[in-house]
Structure formats: C-alpha cells, structure tokens
C-alpha cells in the first residue's frame, strides 16, 4: 500500500454519514473481490478530497492508487496515468507485448498513439494488479486530468468492477460521457450545525464569530475553514471587520485560485462583480458586464438577481480588490440603496467610502446603533457602534463608543468580541470599567465586581448622575448575589438619596430605585412594605415591556409570591430578548421562570427551563448564572430522588460559588442536597445541613434561600429529633407569607405549626393548611402536607383518617416523580394497615354540566385562572364552582379530586 498521512484518518467529516458509509461499501467490496466504482461530485470545498483521503486512509489491507490532477499539467498527456501507475511498473511485464509497448511509449513521450489502445492496456496492467491482491483506485479532480489520462482512467473505472476492483473519483462536476455507468452521488451543502460542528474545532473564534462565519459559508465545509483563517488573520477571531454586509474575509488556497481567476477578468466584469460581492441586493447597475464571470464561474443567478457563485468567490472578488475600487463601489452602492429608499443601507455604503476618520458618519452609525438594538438585534448594533469608533478621531469619543459595540456584543451573547472591543476603551476608563464590572458580576467573582462598580461610581457621581446610579443598581445585584446584604443594603440606601435628583428622571432609573428600596426592605424584615414597593415593580415592568424590565418584573414578582406573574414576565422576557438579539438575558429571565415552576411543584417545566438556561448561560458566557441554573436542577433531582444526578449539579454550582464567592448558586446546592437528605429519611443530617444554611455567611448562602427553605427546615428538625431553634425562621417565614397573601406560603406555615404542635393539637393546623393549599397551585406541597398529616393521623392511632390522606398523597406523588417521597407515602399506607391500589372512580352525573367541565379542566392541570378564560367566566367563578364540586363529591382539594376524576369522564 502506497503511504497516507496518518492525519486523514481524523480529519472531521461532520454531517457526512452517509458518504462514509458509501466509502466503507467501496472498501468491503475491494476486499471481497467483489468490486464498485463510485463517482463523487461537488462544488470546491465540498469535501471531495477529504472525502477521498479518508478512504484511502482506511484501505488497511488493499493496493491503494492515488492520483490527484493539477490544472498546470493538463497540458501534459498521461500527467494523470503517470502519477496513477507508477507503483504498478514492476506489473508491466506481465502484459501482453503490444499493449506494453503502447503504454510505455505514453507513458515515456505521452504519445498517445491509439487512444483506445492505450486506454485497453491501462485496464490491463490495473486488471492484473487487481488478480494479485485487493486493489482501490482514488483519482482526485477528475475534470482536470489531461485528455488522455481523462480517457484511460474513464475506461478502466467502467471495467474494474468486474475485475474484482473498487474505485472513487471525485469531480467539479458529473461527467456522462467520459464515466456512463458509474454511480455517482454529489456531495450536498452541510447543515449550518454541522459547519458549526466544523468550526469548533478552529482555535479563536467566539460563539458567535463562528456562527457569522457558518452561515457565510452557505453550506460549504471548506469555505467555511478559509473563511475561519481570514478572520483569526483579520483581527483575532472578529469577523466584523469588513463593513457590514461585505463578506468576511477569506485565505487559503481555494481562495487564492479564485483571486486568479478574478484577476485575469476584464476589468468592467471585475468592477461589476465587485458590486455584486460588496451588495448582492443592489448589485450592480448593469448585470451584462458580468457575462465574462458567468463563463468563469463565478457569478450564477439566484431568484432573477446575480450573486457570486461560491462564498470564497464573494471574499475574493472584495477583499483582493483595490481598496479605491471598493471605496467607488460602496460610492455607486450607496447611491442606488439611496435611490430604493433603503437608507440604513446607504448609510453603510457611505461609511465604507470614507478614507479616514469622519465624524458625521460616524455620529449617524452610532444613531443608527441605537435604534438597531431595538429593531434589528445587538449583533448588529455592536458592529454599527465599532463602525462609528473606526470613523471617530476623537480619542474619548472613539473609546467611548468601542465601549458601547462592546456592551452590544456582550447583550448579544458574545463575550470573546465583547472582550476584544472593551480593550479599545481605555481612553474611556469609566465608562469601560462599569461595563466590565457588569460582565464581572455575571460570570467572574462578585465582590469584586462590587469594589470596581463602586470606585467607579465615586469618580463619575457628580458629572454622571444616570451612569453612576445604573452602577449602583449593578453594585447591588453584585453585592446580593455573593450574599453580602450589609453591603446590599447600604448600596440601596446610597442609591435612594439620588431619588428626585437632576439626570435620575429615566422610568428605568425610577424601576431600579424602587426594585432596590423593596428588596431591601423585605430583606430587612420589612415585608409589607417591600412587597407593596415590589409588587409597583411588577406593575411598571409589565408596562414597559423590554426585556431588562421583564426580569426586573419576575423577579419582583417571586418576591412577592405571585408566580403565575413570575413565569408569565419571565417568559415574555426571554421570548422579547431573543427576538431582539439580547441573548445574554435570555438564561437570566429563565432562571426566574425555573424558581417560578419550582415553587409551583412544577418539576418537568422546571427542569426544561434550567436545561435551556444553563446551555444559554454557558454560550454566552455566564458561569454565575449557569451556576443558579445549575442548582436549581439539583433542587429537582432532590425532589425526584436522583441522588447522583442531584450530586452533580450540586457539586458544579458549588464549584462555581467556591471560585466566584456568589451565595445564591452556594446556597440553592446545599439546600437540594439537604432536601436529598430529607427525602431519603436522613432527617438528622437534612436538619443539620438547613441549620447550617441559615447561618451561611456571604459566598455561601443568600436571604431568599434562607427564607423559602424554612418549611424543611422545620420538617427536618421535628421528624429529626435534632434541636433546631426554629421559631425565629418561621416568625419570618409567617411575616413573608402574610405580606404576599400567596395561599401555598400561609398553607406552608399552618404546616409548620402542625408539625410543631403536641398530639392532636396538630389536626387543626393541617386542617388549614389542607383548606389553604385548595386555593393556591402546588399540588407538589399539597401532596407532601397530607403525606405529614397522614403519618401524624397514625401516630396518635388514626389509621382510617390517615389513610384517607396517605392514599391521596401516594397518587399525587408519584404523577409529579416526586419518588422519594411517594416511597415515604406508601411506608405510611403500610404502617396504617393500607393497600396502594387505584381509588373508586366518581359518577360525575352528580355535578352540573358546569361543574362537570370545571372539574374536568382542573383535574388535567389548569389553574383557576387557566380554566377561566377557556370557559370565559371569571376567576372567582371558577373557585365558587370548585367550592361546590367539593362539597358534591366530599373531596377537600384539587389533589384529591384527581385521584377520583378523570379528565376523559
């Protein structure tokens, strides 16, 4: 076997499954003597010759002929066969004298003599290789063999299946006449995941460099590489360096060959191609002077409109050009987007003329930039603002601007570009450090985020008020998140004394002031007052309807114990940030849509969400949010059971608070691993554990978990044994609940106060709490409250009444996977002399025909709400019937009636 270079056996081939399967059945029937021939076919950079190398890198055991055409010996005759042939000379005596001669005296002179002569000895001397050991034929670029060898290697490919061979060609295009007869399959352009897949595995492209580069490459594997290598060229990895709407530049050797070709165009067919690079919209003014770049190839029509007829072919046609050529194309491009109407675009055009600096268009793309966050995403407004900076002479006005591409390129999920930008912003220091605190605080150490958003507030406060008071807001969150409230606290207050202050008029500005003033007061145990002031967050969030609001809003509103409003802000912020290209609020605005289903029990939904959060929290950047969402999924594998899965994400959220000295993530991974404890009947260590988390200091807890934890606590104590002073918790906990008027918080104390209580002092607080949880939408805690009040009913020898709980706690349990405790539910039907078995359905005839489809929509999982407007009635409608078809059927509960009711009856 002739040598192949080890690398080919690893080069990628992503998304070419079936190629390669129609390579190994190449290979299979070469060693079976069975023998094919397959012809592949495909634009430049398809991946042919990959493709090719690959098969020849597998053939362990075979005779491999490899022959690659040169456009520069086309020329020459038998070029292709001499390459082809030469390991098989030594054959050569065993044919017969007369087609020895002939293939000699061609391959010596390229005297081609008799053509088919030639050809008939060629498949002869191949014949006779191939009846001594396994032979496969690789021949690369066919469409560029000389004629003669084109002839003989067409001939011989014909024959050689029957000799028992197998051969692959590859080629630019089919070729009928030369290869009839052989199977031909054409390499098809790549999925754009599948270009992303290649590109991954290209050092110094960001995320989002690499997707700009994949959807450039339209498809094309090898397009998409050089592609890859102009833009690490270029300026490390940033693809934005050409005017927007130019391609991205490109270098290898594809590339080059079709700069070659360019060049040798008269030069009215390169001014007009140019055009079409530059702007394939509005193109150029006369689509005749690119006839002669239709015959080289270059330009092919698509929808009635000329466009370049490969991705490396635009790159070349652009960035090979004389830069007064691209300046006077861009001058005739914009006259015509002009003239459309289309002035964004002219505005582009008009940049891309401009020799140097020029402060009226860059002051007209910075504008531009504005209104593009809004209306056509922050990638591209990022690149607008770096646009305006490359036009600014200014030194602070430039630094400010690459600031501001930066701040774009960070809200769009790109952190590397971002990164790359914010250092052109030294001339601006402030306004560069306030950004890279904000980038600090969601994916590095929070405090220090906190020590630079402070410093750099005291040195812009008096010339800068809006900057300095959205510093303030940023310094909180950074303080809050690590844990540190003493720290949160002052930084709300420093920041209310700005309140009515010149520059701090803003409605965003007003939002935060009062988003602060209410956590902080709730924080501070003055609940009624901050959930009023949140609970005016919410209301002016929803209003204003962006997405950095929205979060503002879900967060207010799972402060204040409203998450139906929660999940439904949430959702709206995500959807909003992703039309607008705001990516990197996207995982933030799902980590409170995941907190607002976990507290509903809504475990599936809660998990989708944190899956989605973390893989977008990750893209873009923000290991701090991907550590929130990180324990929120150990929070459900607790409730689930998975210890292993739970241990995981526990131990990474606890990795990432270790290391960035954040308290949330810290503080949500010990409770799910306490929680994993409590469900497994490790009472002892889940009481120590929650003991321990109330006490978290800053980095390792955090205010909200301390407060919505207190409920296990509590249980873990009391089913533990272990003296755990409580009362201060759950005085808190009442306080909170009391303040929101949310049902399943003041269900959750009456609880407590159940587990709390001596004997049969309990039953009454389990009672109302079972009464409480009617009314709100956690069949989760309503599921886990009976289960308490079924073991407390058997302890003090109720057995019948705890069954009646039991029963209902186990068929809830196990519908929401809650396994460890339906495991815990049916000990106790044990215990209190029970079975498992399915409970008596329920004649619903008893019911009204309103009552009947009330009942039906609540027991398939609607809320009062959800089930009010597909009935069109109104939500205190809805729970007067609900009161009444509990009356009727004797349930006490929206748990209880679907264990009788079935939503098909």
Not at 376 to 398: E, I, K
Not at 511 to 527: Q, T, W
Request: glycine residues 8%; charged residues 20%.
């Amino acid at each position: 076997m002739t040598s192949v270079t080890p690398l080919t056996r690893t080069t990628p081939m992503h998304g070419r499954h079936h190629e390669l399967l129609l390579v190994r059945h190449l290979l299979r029937a070469a060693r079976s003597g069975d023998g094919a021939a397959l012809l592949a076919t495909g634009s430049p950079g398809t991946g042919r010759t990959t493709l090719l190398e690959r098969a020849a890198a597998d053939a362990d055991g075979l005779t491999v002929l490899r022959t690659r055409a040169a456009p520069a010996e086309r020329h020459l005759p038998a070029a292709g066969l001499n390459q082809l042939l030469h390991p098989l000379l030594h054959h050569l005596p065993r044919l017969p004298a007369r087609p020895r001669a002939t293939l000699v005296r061609a391959l010596d002179s390229g005297d081609p003599g008799q053509a088919g002569s030639v050809a008939a000895a060629v498949h002869g001397l191949l014949a006779a290789a191939a009846a001594r050991t396994p032979l496969f034929v690789c021949v690369d670029d066919f469409h560029l063999l000389d004629p003669l060898s084109m002839e003989a290697v067409a001939f011989a490919a014909r024959r050689l299946p029957a000799d028992g061979a197998a051969a692959l060609l590859t080629s630019l295009h089919e070729h009928p006449d030369h290869l009839a007869g052989v199977p031909v399959h054409a390499l098809r352009p790549l999925s754009h995941t599948d270009l992303l897949r290649t590109l991954e595995e290209t050092p110094g492209l960001s995320g989002t460099a690499r997707n700009d580069l994949a959807r450039a490459a339209q498809g094309n594997p090898g397009a998409a590489l050089e592609l890859a290598a102009g833009a690490r060229a270029a300026e490390a990895g940033d693809v934005h360096t050409a005017p927007l709407w130019a391609p991205p530049p490109a270098e290898g050797e594809r590339t080059e060959a079709y700069a070659e070709t360019i060049a040798r165009l008269p030069a009215p067919a390169r001014r007009a191609l140019l055009e079409t690079a530059a702007d394939p919209v509005h193109g150029p003014g006369s689509t005749d002077a690119l006839t002669p770049a239709r015959r080289a190839g270059l330009v092919t029509d698509e929808h009635g409109r000329p466009v370049p007829a490969h991705p490396l072919a635009r790159a070349a046609a652009y960035h090979r050009a004389d830069p007064e050529d691209r300046r006077s194309a861009h001058r005739s491009l914009a006259a015509r987007a002009h003239a459309s109407g289309d002035l964004d675009t002219a505005l582009l055009h008009r940049a891309a003329t401009a020799p140097g600096p020029d402060e009226g268009i860059a002051a007209e793309l910075a504008a531009s930039a504005l209104r593009a966050a809004r209306t056509r995403g922050h990638a591209h407004s990022s690149v607008l603002h770096q646009q305006a900076a490359a036009l600014t002479s200014d030194p602070f006005t430039r630094a400010v601007r690459s600031v501001e591409a930066a701040r774009a390129a960070w809200t769009s999920g790109d952190p590397e570009r971002a990164h790359r930008l914010l250092d052109r912003g030294h001339a601006a220091p402030e306004h560069a450090d306030l950004l890279r605190a904000e980038m600090e605080l969601r994916s590095g150490v929070a405090i220090d985020a906190f020590h630079l958003l402070d410093a750099t507030v005291t040195r812009i406060a008096d010339r800068d008020p809006q900057a300095a008071l959205q510093g303030l807001f940023h310094a909180g969150e950074a303080s809050c998140l690590s844990g540190d409230h003493a720290r949160f606290f002052a930084t709300a207050e420093r920041a209310g004394r700005w309140r009515g202050g010149e520059g701090v008029r803003h409605p965003r500005d007003l939002l935060h002031l009062d988003y602060m003033a209410g956590k902080a007061a709730l924080f501070r145990g003055r609940h009624r007052e901050g959930v009023a002031t949140l609970r005016g967050v919410l209301d002016r969030a929803d209003a204003a309807g962006d997405p950095q609001s929205l979060v503002l809003g879900a967060i207010a509103g799972l402060l204040c114990g409203d998450q139906q409003r929660t999940r439904s802000l949430a959702t709206r912020a995500a959807t909003r940030a992703r039309s607008t290209g705001a990516l990197a609020l996207v995982p933030q605005a799902l980590e409170f849509r995941t907190y607002a289903e976990l507290w509903s029990g809504r475990l599936a939904q809660a998990e989708a969400t944190a899956v989605d959060g973390l893989a977008m929290a990750t893209a873009s950047g923000q290991r701090n949010c991907a550590g929130h969402h990180r324990g929120a999924l150990a929070l459900v594998a607790a409730v689930r059971g998975e210890e292993d899965v739970c241990r995981t994400h526990a131990g990474s959220a606890l990795a990432v608070a270790a290391e960035n000295d954040v308290g949330l993530p810290a503080g949500l991974a010990a409770w799910a691993l306490c929680l994993l404890d409590l469900g497994a009947g490790r009472t002892a260590e889940a009481a120590l554990g929650l003991r321990a988390l109330a006490h978290a200091g800053p980095g390792r807890g955090h205010a909200a978990v301390r407060l919505l934890m207190t409920p296990h606590l509590v249980e873990a104590a009391v089913r533990g044994g272990v003296p755990v002073r409580v009362d201060a918790g759950l005085a808190t906990f009442e306080a909170w609940a009391g303040a929101t008027g949310d049902a399943t918080a003041h269900a959750l104390v009456m609880r407590c106060r159940g587990l709390l209580a001596p004997g049969r002092e309990a039953d009454a607080w389990f009672e109302r709490a079972l009464e409480l949880h009617a009314s709100g939408y956690c069949d989760l805690d309503e599921a886990r409250t009976r289960l308490l009040y079924g073991g407390h009913l058997r302890r003090t020898r109720r057995p019948g009444r705890a069954r009646e709980h039991l029963y209902t706690a186990l068929s809830s349990l196990e519908h929401l996977g809650a396994v460890p405790w339906a495991r815990q539910a049916a000990e106790e039907l044990r215990a209190a002399r029970g079975t498992t078995g399915p409970s008596p359905a329920v004649d619903l005839d008893r019911l009204s025909p309103q009552q009947a489809r009330v009942a039906r929509h609540v027991v398939s999982g609607a809320t009062n709400r959800e089930v009010a407007a597909r009935l069109h009635l109104s939500p205190r409608t809805v729970d007067h019937h609900l009161r009444n078809i509990y009356a009727e059927l004797g349930v006490r509960s929206r748990v209880e009636l679907a264990r009788l009711v079935s939503p098909a009856d």
